[in-house]
C-alpha cells in the first residue's frame, strides 16, 4: 500500500472511525496521470473552486470566483470581470452547451442564474424559473449532441433536483430525484448521448449514484441510488466530466484535503477502488473536472493558498 495511502487511511480512522474507510489497490491505476501545472499567473486569487471548458476547436475559458465577484480568463489572457453585476458566495460552474460556454451562478436570493458567452461577449444574467432555489454550486451537462442542457442542485431542504433546458433556452422542471439528502451539491454526467449518472455525497460522507434518462414525453426518470464501490469517502462534494466513448470520471475532496478519483465505464463498469490523484498537491475546496475537446479529462483545483492548478487525468481505453 503507498505510503500517502495509509497516511489518508490513519487520517480518515481518526477523524471518522465509525465509518469504512478507502481502500487502495497497491497496483491499479486508473490512468497515466499528466504533471501537475500552474493554470494562471500566481498574483490570481480565488476563494472557492474554479471552473473551465474548452469552445471553438480548443479555446479554453477559466471562471471563479474572487470573493463575491465572478471572474474569467482566456487562454492566458488578463482576468476579466463577468459583467452585469453578479454577487455570489458559492463558486460557479461552467458548461460547453452548443460550443458556447454557459455560466450558472447562485445568487444572494438563493435563485440560478446563467449567461452564455458568445462571439467574445457575454449576454445578460437571466434567472432560472423562481422555483428553483439553491444556497449551493448546480451541476451542469449537455446532452442529446450538445442540444440540451441538464442541471442539477441542491435544493433548500437538501434534497436533490433536477431539470433541462433546450435550445430555446425554455426551462423544463424534472423536479426531485427521490431518496437523496445531502449538505452539498451533487454532480451529474452523461453517456450514451442522453443516459445520466447522477452522485451525491450522503449524510454519512459516502458517495452515491443514480442512473436516469430523458424519457420520450421529456420527462425524467431515475432508478434508486447505491454506493459507488470501492468504499471512497468525501468531505465535499463530488464532481464529474464525461469524454470519449461514454467515459465519466469522478472526483473528490478527502478529509485531509487530497483529491481522488473513480471512473465509470459503460462497457465494463465502475473501477475496482478509489485512486488518490498522484503529486501530493492538496486543496480547500472541491476539485472541478472538465473535458477538453471531447476526448481527455482534466482536474482543476484550488492550491494552496489560492492558485489554480490542474493536470490530466483520462484514460478512454476501458
Known amino acids: 500500500m503507498r505510503s500517502s495511502g495509509r497516511r489518508f487511511i490513519a487520517l480518515i480512522a481518526a477523524v471518522m472511525s465509525a465509518l469504512l474507510i478507502l481502500t487502495i489497490s497497491p497496483t491499479a491505476a486508473l490512468a497515466d496521470e499528466g504533471d501537475w501545472y500552474d493554470t494562471l499567473p500566481t498574483n490570481v486569487v480565488t476563494n472557492d473552486t474554479p471552473a473551465a471548458g474548452t469552445y471553438n476547436n480548443g479555446a479554453r475559458i477559466i471562471v471563479y470566483r474572487n470573493n463575491e465577484r465572478l471572474y474569467y480568463v482566456i487562454n492566458a489572457g ?4 463577468i459583467p452585469g ?14 460550443d458556447i460556454p454557459v455560466v450558472f451562478h447562485v445568487g444572494t436570493n438563493d435563485r ?31 446532452f442529446n449532441n450538445h442540444a440540451f442542457l441538464l442541471v442539477t442542485f441542491r435544493g433548500t431542504n437538501n434534497h436533490i433536483y433536477t431539470g433541462w433546458m433546450d435550445t430555446s433556452l425554455v426551462w423544463h422542471g424534472g423536479g426531485e430525484i427521490p431518496g437523496a439528502t445531502t449538505e452539498n451539491s451533487p454532480a451529474v454526467g452523461v453517456y450514451n448521448g442522453a443516459e445520466f449518472l447522477a452522485m451525491h455525497r450522503g449524510t ?7 442512473f436516469g434518462y430523458l424519457r420520450p414525453d421529456g420527462t425524467l426518470f431515475w432508478n434508486n441510488w447505491f454506493e459507488i464501490p470501492g ?11 464525461s469524454y470519449g466513448n461514454g467515459m465519466i470520471d469522478v472526483a473528490v475532496r478527502a478529509y485531509d484535503g487530497s483529491i481522488w478519483w473513480q471512473q465509470y465505464s459503460p462497457r465494463s463498469g465502475w473501477f475496482v477502488n478509489w ?11 472541491a476539485p472541478f473536472l472538465w473535458t477538453y475537446l471531447g476526448i481527455q479529462a482534466v482536474l482543476y483545483i484550488r492550491g494552496l493558498p489560492s492558485g489554480i492548478f490542474g493536470k490530466t487525468l483520462s484514460d478512454n481505453n476501458r
Open 231 to 241: 468504499g471512497g469517502i468525501s468531505q465535499s462534494r463530488p464532481v464529474a466530466t
Open 85 to 98: 453585476g453578479a454577487r455570489t458566495t458559492a463558486a460557479p460552474t461552467l458548461a460547453m452547451w452548443n
Open 275 to 285: 485512486q488518490p490523484v498522484r503529486g501530493g498537491e492538496v486543496s480547500p475546496s
Open 204 to 210: 454519512n460522507s459516502r458517495l452515491y449514484v443514480s
Open 112 to 142: 440560478l442564474y446563467y449567461a452564455l458567452y458568445i462571439n467574445g461577449n457575454w449576454g445578460s444574467w437571466l434567472a432560472l424559473p423562481g422555483s428553483v432555489l439553491t444556497r449551493s454550486t448546480p451541476s451542469l451537462t449537455a
Open 78 to 81: 488578463a482576468a476579466v470581470e
